[in-house]
């Protein structure tokens, strides 16, 4: 009964943290770029009471032997990089990738971060940053006394100056792909940085050949968390937190009884 105590308190503490799970995603619903996260557990050790083909006898073995196992505990929660829906703002500003690929942005510290969010802006010097005020990377300037300007497919930023009919390329925007994209450590902010476990970005442009997505100008990528999805996952859990509170009050209740047998 003491297994069943702590294997049951070990199902509620997983089940608890795959709720705060969906919780994240729930509230993130409407976040620019925001990829949700599923909660994945492990079983724990099992005590062997009889080892699965020990010796029955001289001449036979134990078919499957008897092992209790102690219980679960969660050992990550995956970030899932599937295509969110497109959003149209008009914005030239605003950019979606269609595909693999991930912005840089240059941190004040000087680290490189990367995001999905692609709702960028202009500061007051006329170079594009992201809504913290954190410079794209490779930097892009536009002229402040630009008329218009545009993001092609391939990342090539261009504008129009008063008086002049042909435009002129502030730069081009550069992608940066990962061997394992779900090991990037989340830092807020809808940036990732990169760890042993993402291996290091490769750098390309956009629609190159080394499988960088293209851009699409005009449209954010919006959360790929699916409300009714979360919503199912939610009832299955708390389901699961249900089913292992009756299996403590079961042990309980046979302490109890046990306690009682001397009375």
């Known amino acids: 009964m003491i297994r069943a105590l702590f294997s049951a308190a ?7 943290l795959n709720v705060e799970n969906i919780a994240n995603n729930i509230a993130n619903a409407n976040t620019t770029g925001f990829k949700s996260r599923r909660a994945q557990f492990q079983d724990l050790l099992y005590q062997n009471m009889i080892q699965p083909g020990a010796a029955a006898s001289q001449q036979t073995i134990v078919p499957t032997g008897l092992q209790m196992g102690l219980g ?10 599937t295509q969110g829906d497109f959003s149209q703002t008009d914005n030239p500003l605003d950019m979606v990738i269609q595909g693999n690929g991930f912005f840089q942005i240059q941190q004040t510290s000087g680290t490189l971060a990367y995001t999905k969010a692609g709702n960028f802006h202009l500061n007051n010097t006329g170079q594009v940053v992201d809504p913290n005020g954190n410079l794209l990377s490779p930097p892009i300037t536009i002229p402040t006394n630009a008329l218009t300007m545009s993001i092609g497919a391939d990342g090539t930023v261009s504008y ?10 502030a730069g081009q925007i550069q992608l940066a792909t990962f061997a394992n994209p779900s090991g990037l450590n989340s830092i ?12 290091d970005p490769v750098v390309g442009t956009p629609g190159g050949q080394d499988g960088v997505g293209t851009l699409l100008e005009g449209y954010v990528e919006q959360s790929n968390v699916s409300i009714v999805q979360e919503f199912v996952n939610l009832i299955v859990s ?20 046990v306690n009682n047998l001397k009375q």
């Not at 679960?72 to 990089?81: G, H, K, L, P």
């Not at 807020?188 to 291996?199: V, Y």
């Open 10 to 16: 070990s199902g509620m503490n997983a089940q608890q």
């Open 72 to 81: 679960t505990r969660a050992v990550s929660n995956e970030v899932i990089f």
């Open 160 to 169: 129009t100056l008063p008086g002049q009919t042909s435009a002129q390329q």
């Open 188 to 199: 807020g902010n809808s940036l990732f940085q990169q760890t042993d476990a993402s291996g």
């Open 238 to 257: 708390q389901r699961a937190y249900e089913a292992n509170s009756k299996v403590v009050k079961a042990a309980d209740d046979m302490y109890q009884q």
